[in-house]
């Protein structure tokens, strides 16, 4: 009984670590595309530059989605490396959920400049604090 406890919580551990890994790495090709995307949006945005707020915004809903999933394993603190650091990411990650309820404004109001701005300003460094934490969750695996 007990080895297929320690065999699952092995396995939930592999699993989080697997889904900090993939955040990261998702975020790492992320940033450098939303510099690039905020100034599609200064100009006048084409086709292409939609899709990519489209995945923009899925991957920032996968990310969220993931957050609720992992912050409610029971015992998680004996799961994460570092408890007091996934807190502080979940935080970052929280905030970006008001940042993508005022670009779904900017959208609607179709204002290329907001969208720009709060892209370049606001998700990036979102992103970069994700990063942060992400890294050193990472590095205390």
């Not at 570092?82 to 979940?90: A, C, G, Q, S």
């Amino acid at each position: 009984m007990e080895t297929k406890q320690n065999s699952a919580i092995q396995n939930l551990i592999e699993e989080v670590n697997e889904t900090i890994l993939l955040t990261d790495d998702y975020i790492n090709k992320a940033i450098p595309l939303i510099r690039k995307l905020s100034e599609e949006f200064y100009n006048e945005p084409d086709k292409d530059a939609w899709k990519q707020l489209t995945d923009l915004l899925e991957g920032m809903q996968w990310i969220l989605q993931t957050i609720s999933q992992i912050d409610s394993i029971k015992s998680l603190q004996t799961i994460i490396s570092d408890y007091k650091i996934w807190n502080e990411y979940v935080q970052v990650v929280s905030k970006s959920h008001g940042i993508v309820e005022e670009l779904e404004n900017a959208l609607i109001n179709m204002d290329y400049i907001l969208i720009g701005d709060m892209l370049q300003y606001e998700i990036i460094h979102v992103f970069e604090n994700m990063n942060d934490k992400l890294n050193f969750l990472k590095s205390r695996r």
